[in-house]
Structure formats: C-alpha cells, structure tokens
C-alpha cells in the first residue's frame, strides 16, 4: 500500500488528471442544470488536454527547431527539444472542444428560449 | 489522377458545405439542387473509387505530400471503399426522400444542407483515416452536424440533441484519452506502425488502458448496448428527414473505425490478465445482439422500435467482427453495408408513416385506414431483409457470421445471432399485425405515394435484393480483402 502510495507521489500530474476527470464525470451526472453539466464535459475535456501536455513535458527541452547550424552536427540531443506531436494534438484537441462549446452553447439557448428553464427534470416535463 | 481520389471524395462534400451558404446567398431555392448535384457527384466519384481499387488495389494516400511516419496517411483499401460508396448512395436516396417530409421551414433553409455536406465529409474522413488521432478529429466534424442536425426541428428535441452532444463528446474524449496513452505507450499513432510496435506491448498497462479507452470512446458512438442511450430519444425526434440518413451512417461509420483498429492492432489470442480480448468483445456484441432485440420488441413507438433493432444490428457485427475468422468478418462487414441500407430504408419507411398517416405509435397505425401498396411492399421487403432470409443480403450476412462462429466452435455467438433473428421476426410481427390491420367502419382517402418518394424507398429496397442476388461477388471480395 505504502509503496503504491510512493510511486503515485512520483507523479503528481497523474494524480491531478485523475481528479480533475473524476469530477468533470461527477459533475456531469449530478447536476440537473444543463449548463453546469456542459461545464463537467469541459472539465473533463481540459483533464485529457492536461494529460497530453502532462506526460509529454520535458525537463529543460527547448522549441523543437533546428536551425542549419545545429541541424548540420551528426547527433541531435533528442531530450534537449521538446515533442511537438502532443503538443499538436493538443491545439488540435483544443479547437475541437471549442467547437462542441459552441455547439451545446446554442443548444442550450435554444432549449432556455423554448421552455424558459435550464433543469432538465422541469424541461422534459413540459408538454411538447 | 486516379490516386487523388480519397481527397477528393473528402473535398467535394466539405467545400460544397462551406461554399453552400455563400452561393446560395441571393437565391436560397438553390440550396437543394446543389446539394443533390454534389452527392450525385460523390456517389460517382466514390463508384469510380471502388472501381480503381479493386483493378490497381489499395491506394495510401499521404495528405500533403508528406510520407507516412511524418505526415498524416489515409488508407482507401477495398473495404474503405465499399463503406464509403454505401455512405454517399444512402445519403443521396435519404436526401431524395426527405425532400418530400422536410419540415417547410427547414426545406429552403441552408444551415439543413449545409450540415448534412458536412457531417458526410467527416464521415468518408473516418472511414480513410489510418491515422488514431486523425480518426478522432473526422468523428467530431460528422459529430457537430450530427448533433445539430437532431435538434434542427426545434421543440423537444434540442434536449436530446444536448444529450446526445454530452454523450457523445465524454465518449469523444474518452478516445483522445486513449489516443494519448498509446503515443505514450509506443510513441507513434500511425495505424500501420502502431500494429507493429504493439504486440510486444501487450502487457503493459499503458497499451490496455489506452485500447479500453478507444473502445469506450467508439462503443458510445456505436451505441453499444449499456452505452447506446442516447440514440433512440435522438432518433425518435430528430426531423423525419434526417433520421434515415443519421440512422444509416454515424453508429456504422463508428463501428467501421474501430474495426479497424481491431482488425490491424488486436489480433487473435491476445489476452489481458488472461481474458482473451476478442472473447470478451465478441460477448459485449452478443449481450448488445440479444437485448437489443428485446428491448425493440417492447417499444410501441414505431421509430424508437426501428432505433433499438439499429442497436441490436450494431452487437451482430461487432460479433461477427470479433469471432477472430475471415469468414465471420467478411459476413459481418457485408451485414453492415446491408444495415446501413436497411436502416435508411427503415427510418424513411417511419418517416413517411408519421407523414401521411400521423402515426407515431402502433396503435396509432393500426387506427390508420387504406394502406398504399409501395408502403406495404417497401415494409415486407425491408422486413425480409432485417429477418435474415433469401434472396435479402441480410441472409447472407447473418449466415456467413453463423459459418465462422461454428467453424471456431462459438456457439453461443452462433445461438446470439438466431435469437437476434428471431426477436428482429417478433417485433415485425407486431407491425405487421398493426398495419395489415383491418379497420372497421369508416374509410379514408387513399396516401399517394409521390414519385420521389417511391423512387428512394424502391431504390432501398432494390439495393436489398440486389446484394442479396450478388451477395457472392460482393462477400467474396469481402473475404479477399481480408486476407490481404
């Protein structure tokens, strides 16, 4: 158990992706509100991002550019530049989610204007 | 030219759906021709496609021009392919149809087609993608015009539309998870790299948690059965002209990435603290097969009834996908160009009863007076064809699944999919008990059934007999590809 404990501590990135996830879920199946729900999806959503960028930093790595200089040497220090591909992934991950907050957004207006409530009991209680 | 053609196929939909809104500023009447004009075309192009694969063979397109490891590499194999041709001609015949039951407002309004351009470009996105993450960006873009596109009739359904984006999106995250861990895991997210690097890893917890992850994240877009709550609410009230093309190609284009990934990165024996993972899918597929039809037999609302059928359809082909065996594979994937037709033909076969005869519920069909003769010869041929018997292509699906599980001795995955077949025949009983109905006292007038509506309900129909009479050909080009 001690040593289990240990070896989360080494990683405290993890630890802080596991939370924020695990409240983003909890958030979304708690609330009735469906704003506070979209709020628990994004949540859950930056937890994926931070763990993208979590596990791809680097101690001490710099912009991953070669200039002609450096880029001419034979042996390129690989722990010396950082991975652009997570950090793509992410911008990429990043413009996605803003478009689903788009998306829900209007629909979220679109059901407030309808049926003047934001629960979700209420408003699928109202006639059609 | 010919080996542009996978971007092409991409470009034409998507800049149709962007150019849309700007060309038909001045006159909005022009809005549906074009977009017939350009899925027309794709149907075509996506013909011209499988013709060039299957005399020159798979064309691996690297996006840019940049070769496979650095750049993003798209895959149109044989199977690609065919999905991608069944894609486009179900959404050019659910197109026609709903020409005729589109809500008036929506009939000249751009945004409707200007989704419906977009959502397929994501779609044929997915099905060439041979990349992970570029899997995950092509199922947002078909998702966001999913979601939109439910809720465009306004009223009740802008509230399961949102579930359905809740859904829909952990599901997509869920995926980007699993895209993370396995560039972890093995540091590459090229399909064709990944199925190298990964059988060594096996054990590691990275790989397993990461796999989980994209099924998770696929099996809430298939709506896999305990995660398939989204889609019958979103099915049932999404706009009668929409609901056969979303029916026929989201769930399928799902289940098309993850075979994929199935199919290059887990092959048979692989096990997981000693379960075996194909076992355990194939198990998942059976649960989904049998309660699927179950739960569809004890709907009344015809949609909903249909929706839970699509899920029960979606545990048959993962089955078939998961038995480990070229023939049950070939089976499954041709049942799946046969369910998407058959889901189209189902939702317009809905859609038209809610139309003319405001039948929404059994009861309410059984109420209903003088039946039209397409409607009733589209319903016995759509029913053949979703029982599972001959001439129909869902027969020789079903069949070919039912071969494979017995040549691996799988019986319960064999006994699954008669049951599936058996509960599909109940719950076409109780139609048919509500619409050859005969109702006492007063007549009423005779539905006409408008050309273009009888034209795409009789294409669906056709294109069931026709892959049933040229199951053979088509299965057997199956099965070649996936030997190769």
């Known amino acids: 158990m001690l040593e289990l404990i240990q070896t989360w501590a080494q990683r405290p990135n993890f630890i802080v992706f596991v939370i924020l996830f695990l409240w983003g879920v ?32 680097k101690d001490g790595a710099t912009v991953p550019v070669l200039d002609a ?60 | 030219m010919s080996h542009q053609l996978p971007i092409l196929l991409f470009l034409l939909p998507f800049i149709g759906g962007v150019a849309l809104p700007l060309v038909t500023a001045k006159n909005r009447a022009l809005a549906q021709p074009l977009t017939l004009l350009i899925m027309g075309l794709l149907v075509v192009l996506a013909a011209i496609n499988l013709s060039v694969v299957l005399s020159t063979g798979s064309i691996h397109y690297a996006l840019g021009g940049w070769a496979a490891p650095i750049g993003i590499a798209w895959l149109d194999d ?86 359905y984006l809740l859904l829909s999106s952990f599901g997509a995250t869920l995926y980007l998870l699993g895209v993370g861990h396995l560039y972890a895991a093995t540091g590459t997210l090229n399909m064709a ?43 049932e009230k999404a706009p009668s002209s929409v609901a056969p093309l979303l029916a026929s190609t989201i769930t399928k284009v799902a289940i098309v990435a993850w075979v994929r990934i199935e199919y290059s990165l887990i092959t048979p024996g692989v096990e997981v603290s000693h379960v075996p993972v194909l076992v355990f899918l194939e198990d998942l597929g059976i649960i989904a097969a049998i309660l699927g039809g179950a739960l569809a037999l004890i709907q009344t609302d015809i949609k909903r009834m249909f929706a839970y059928g699509g899920i029960g359809h979606i545990g048959l082909i993962l089955i078939g996908a998961s038995l480990g065996n070229s023939t049950a594979f070939a089976g499954a994937m041709f049942y799946l160009i046969n369910d998407a ?3 189209a033909a189902l939702f317009m076969l809905a859609g038209a009863l809610v139309h003319y005869y405001r ?23 759509v029913a053949i064809s979703m029982v599972g018997l001959p001439p129909t292509g869902g027969f020789f699906g079903k069949w070919n699944i039912i071969l494979g599980a017995l040549q691996e001795q799988h019986y319960l995955a064999a006994f699954a999919v008669v049951a599936s077949t058996l509960l599909t025949l109940a719950y076409f009983v109780k139609v048919f008990a509500a619409w050859f109905h005969q109702p006492s006292g007063h007549t009423a007038r005779a539905a006409v059934v408008p050309p273009s509506l009888g034209f795409s309900m009789g294409s669906a129909a056709a294109a069931m007999i026709l892959l049933g009479l040229f199951s053979d050909p088509v299965f057997q080009f199956l099965l070649a590809s996936t030997g190769a």
Do not use: C
């Open chain 1, 26 to 57: 909890y958030i979304m199946a708690v609330h009735p509100n469906l704003v506070k729900k979209l709020i628990g999806l994004y949540i859950v959503q930056t937890s994926a991002v931070f763990f993208l960028v979590a596990f791809s930093a």
């Open chain 2, 359 to 381: 039948a929404h519920t059994l009861d309410q069909l059984r109420q209903a007076s003088t039946r039209s003769a397409w409607l009733s010869s589209v319903l016995i041929i």
């Open chain 2, 78 to 163: 044989p199977l690609a392919a065919v999905v991608v041709l069944t894609i486009s001609g179900v959404s050019l015949l659910s197109l026609l149809y709903g020409r005729l039951v589109v809500p008036s407002k929506l009939r000249q309004s751009t945004p409707y087609y200007t989704l419906i351009l977009l959502m397929l470009s994501g779609l044929v996105g997915i099905v060439f993608a041979a990349d992970l993450f570029n899997i995950f960006v092509f199922l947002e873009l078909a998702a966001l015009p999913a979601y939109a596109l439910v809720g465009i009739g306004g009223g009740k359904a802008l509230v399961y539309a949102y579930r």
């Open chain 2, 193 to 235: 790299d990944l199925a190298q690097r990964l059988p060594s890893l096996m054990t590691s917890t990275a790989v397993v948690g990461g796999l989980s992850f994209l099924f998770l994240g696929l099996a809430i877009k298939m709506a896999l059965l305990p995660l398939h709550t989204w889609l019958p609410d979103a099915y």
């Open chain 2, 341 to 343: 037709v058959m889901q």
């Open chain 1, 69 to 128: 200089k450096s880029a001419a040497q034979a042996a390129i220090d690989v722990g010396a530049y950082a991975n652009p591909l997570p950090h793509v992934l992410t911008v990429t991950a990043i413009v996605v989610q803003v478009a689903t907050l788009g998306v829900s957004l209007a629909l979220v207006t679109g059901i407030y204007r309808r049926f003047g409530s934001l629960d979700e009991q209420e408003v699928l209680e109202q006639p059609e």
